[in-house]
């Protein structure tokens, strides 16, 4: 199968309050070779309603999954959480015979049936794998100097483990290497690859709030000027709740949160408007601009 | 954060001694009898961490004990915010997530359902989708040059929910 041309799974978080992923990825795709198609018959991923019933979210995925078998490609999310629900449910039916027995009794219904023939990656597996890392390396034109990053991965893009194929998830490698390439430096901070708390963010706010907190403080303490995220519900509690955070513990961050494609696109050269960087809560311009202009006088 | 546990602390905890072999024949739920309370999970537990109430391997032994009602009522079970940590580290492959959610839909059945969830459901079963994208967005897109959104068809997410027993949950079945 093509490791170049994807069906495109975008979900529902990034069109309906994060649309700056979703134009800085389509910008990074293009420049880099990357097909996109889109999956217009596509629904929810599943994963938000696992807790009320199961056998409905295994077959919203499933019901996806099979789209994309009908177009022949291998599937592409920017979610953690689409990401982690489509890629777990494809694996376990593929692997299952007895759920994929019942799920496909439920897929009968609707004329569909599940094949097992494609695979789910996430974006930054794409870009690491599929693209490459020393070909990616190729479109950096100007990278950053002297930017010091924290990354958070996000769980839903390594656990549970023995579903995805993404590295150990108590010390993941693959967005360190992709934020290196940038000329960005990734600092280590306490208690990295805990979670966001952004799931349970409709059932108790305080825990998303608190925990973004201690990441927030941990990150300003390893000396991070912005954080680096990969997923819609990471990026939202990070960057749009950051005042509620910074008013509720009476503390100031002022950490810019940038999505990955878009501190790659500044380091190959796009403009922060091509990059939607505008579209952050917490303002980036500051630091960028700076950093941009120290990098291009040093280039020349 | 507290529990709100039904009946008060001291109150004797109900025991239903076949409420764990519901839960071993449920998927998702046939770990739970090899969890030996360890507690790594708890430890390495995010919720743990700030929540006075949140204890996963509590519920784990309350829910082999057989105490269903306690189990199930129990607000602090909506807390896991399903990071999976403590399935990546138990010890003893207990699947944890799978497990509660195993209850958590347990619970749902049984009517402890919290508002929320209904009100997404709804939203799911409307339009396929966990939001209503309202028309400003749709419009923005195309000024943005950004794709029409998928319009998936709610036919089929109504069949799918009928038959998985979703659309019981929320109740919204169909005739």
Redesign the interface.
Same mark, same amino acid.
């Given at each position: 199968m093509s490791n170049s041309k994807f069906a495109f799974f975008l979900g529902c978080l990034i069109p309906f309050r994060e649309a700056s992923y979703e134009i800085s990825a389509r910008r990074i795709a293009g420049a880099v070779g990357i097909d996109l198609v889109e999956m217009t018959d596509a629904n929810c991923c599943g994963l938000p309603i696992d807790p009320i019933n199961h056998d409905m979210a295994v077959a919203l995925a499933a019901r996806n999954l099979c789209i994309a078998e009908s177009m022949g490609l291998n599937i592409m999310t920017l979610c953690n959480g689409c990401f982690g629900s489509l890629a777990k449910v494809n694996k376990e039916l593929k692997e299952d015979r007895a759920l994929r027995e019942k799920v496909n009794g439920y897929l009968k219904e609707i004329s569909m049936e599940f094949k097992g023939n494609i695979e789910v990656k996430h974006f930054i597996e794409v870009l690491a794998e599929d693209v490459g890392v020393e070909k990616l390396n190729s479109f950096v034109s100007r990278p950053f100097i002297d930017l010091k990053v924290a990354e958070h991965y996000g769980c839903h893009f390594l656990r549970p483990h023995k579903y995805l194929d993404t590295g150990d998830p108590e010390n993941p490698e693959v967005l360190t290497k992709l934020i290196e390439i940038t000329g960005a430096k990734v600092v280590d901070y306490l208690d990295e690859l805990q979670c966001c708390g952004g799931t349970v963010i409709a059932i108790d706010e305080n825990v998303p709030i608190s925990l973004t907190r201690d990441k927030l403080v941990n990150i300003k303490k390893a000396g991070a000027e912005a954080i680096v995220t990969i997923c819609p519900e990471c990026h939202m509690i990070f960057d749009l709740y950051q005042p509620r955070i910074e008013k509720t513990f009476s503390e100031s961050y002022g950490l810019p949160v940038l999505y990955y494609p878009q501190l790659l696109g500044l380091a190959m050269g796009m403009s922060p408007e091509d990059l939607a960087v505008g579209e952050l809560r917490v303002k980036a311009d500051r630091v960028l601009n700076r950093l941009i202009q120290k990098a291009r006088s040093q280039l020349a | 954060?507290t529990s709100e546990v039904k009946g008060g602390a001291n109150e004797p905890i109900r025991i239903d001694t076949k409420f764990k072999n519901i839960v071993l024949k449920t998927?998702?739920g046939e770990t739970l009898k090899i969890c030996f309370q360890c507690g790594t999970c708890t430890s390495s537990c !995010?919720?743990a &961490?700030?929540?006075d109430s949140y204890r996963p391997n509590q519920i784990i032994r309350l829910a082999q004990f057989g105490a269903k009602d306690k189990v199930l009522s129990s607000k602090t079970l909506?807390?896991? *915010?399903?990071? +999976?940590?403590c399935?990546?580290r138990c010890p003893q492959g207990v699947e944890m997530?799978s497990v509660i959610?195993?209850l &958590?839909?347990l619970a *749902?059945k049984e009517g402890y359902? !919290?508002k929320?969830?209904k009100d997404?459901?709804l939203t799911?079963l409307e339009t396929?989708?966990? +939001?209503r994208?309202q028309q400003l967005?749709s419009k923005?897109?195309e000024e943005?040059g950004?794709?029409?959104? !998928?319009?998936?068809?709610i036919?089929?997410?109504k &069949?799918?929910?009928d &038959?998985?027993?979703?659309a019981a949950?929320?109740g919204e079945e169909s005739a």
């Amino acid at each position: 199968m093509s490791n170049s041309k994807f069906a495109f799974f975008l979900g529902c978080l990034i069109p309906f309050r994060e649309a700056s992923y979703e134009i800085s990825a389509r910008r990074i795709a293009g420049a880099v070779g990357i097909d996109l198609v889109e999956m217009t018959d596509a629904n929810c991923c599943g994963l938000p309603i696992d807790p009320i019933n199961h056998d409905m979210a295994v077959a919203l995925a499933a019901r996806n999954l099979c789209i994309a078998e009908s177009m022949g490609l291998n599937i592409m999310t920017l979610c953690n959480g689409c990401f982690g629900s489509l890629a777990k449910v494809n694996k376990e039916l593929k692997e299952d015979r007895a759920l994929r027995e019942k799920v496909n009794g439920y897929l009968k219904e609707i004329s569909m049936e599940f094949k097992g023939n494609i695979e789910v990656k996430h974006f930054i597996e794409v870009l690491a794998e599929d693209v490459g890392v020393e070909k990616l390396n190729s479109f950096v034109s100007r990278p950053f100097i002297d930017l010091k990053v924290a990354e958070h991965y996000g769980c839903h893009f390594l656990r549970p483990h023995k579903y995805l194929d993404t590295g150990d998830p108590e010390n993941p490698e693959v967005l360190t290497k992709l934020i290196e390439i940038t000329g960005a430096k990734v600092v280590d901070y306490l208690d990295e690859l805990q979670c966001c708390g952004g799931t349970v963010i409709a059932i108790d706010e305080n825990v998303p709030i608190s925990l973004t907190r201690d990441k927030l403080v941990n990150i300003k303490k390893a000396g991070a000027e912005a954080i680096v995220t990969i997923c819609p519900e990471c990026h939202m509690i990070f960057d749009l709740y950051q005042p509620r955070i910074e008013k509720t513990f009476s503390e100031s961050y002022g950490l810019p949160v940038l999505y990955y494609p878009q501190l790659l696109g500044l380091a190959m050269g796009m403009s922060p408007e091509d990059l939607a960087v505008g579209e952050l809560r917490v303002k980036a311009d500051r630091v960028l601009n700076r950093l941009i202009q120290k990098a291009r006088s040093q280039l020349a | 954060m507290t529990s709100e546990v039904k009946g008060g602390a001291n109150e004797p905890i109900r025991i239903d001694t076949k409420f764990k072999n519901i839960v071993l024949k449920t998927p998702g739920g046939e770990t739970l009898k090899i969890c030996f309370q360890c507690g790594t999970c708890t430890s390495s537990c !995010p919720i743990a &961490k700030i929540s006075d109430s949140y204890r996963p391997n509590q519920i784990i032994r309350l829910a082999q004990f057989g105490a269903k009602d306690k189990v199930l009522s129990s607000k602090t079970l909506w807390l896991c *915010a399903a990071c +999976y940590t403590c399935v990546d580290r138990c010890p003893q492959g207990v699947e944890m997530e799978s497990v509660i959610r195993t209850l &958590k839909n347990l619970a *749902a059945k049984e009517g402890y359902i !919290p508002k929320i969830f209904k009100d997404l459901g709804l939203t799911v079963l409307e339009t396929g989708f966990l +939001y209503r994208i309202q028309q400003l967005r749709s419009k923005s897109r195309e000024e943005k040059g950004l794709p029409t959104l !998928p319009n998936p068809k709610i036919e089929d997410v109504k &069949k799918l929910a009928d &038959k998985t027993g979703f659309a019981a949950i929320i109740g919204e079945e169909s005739a």
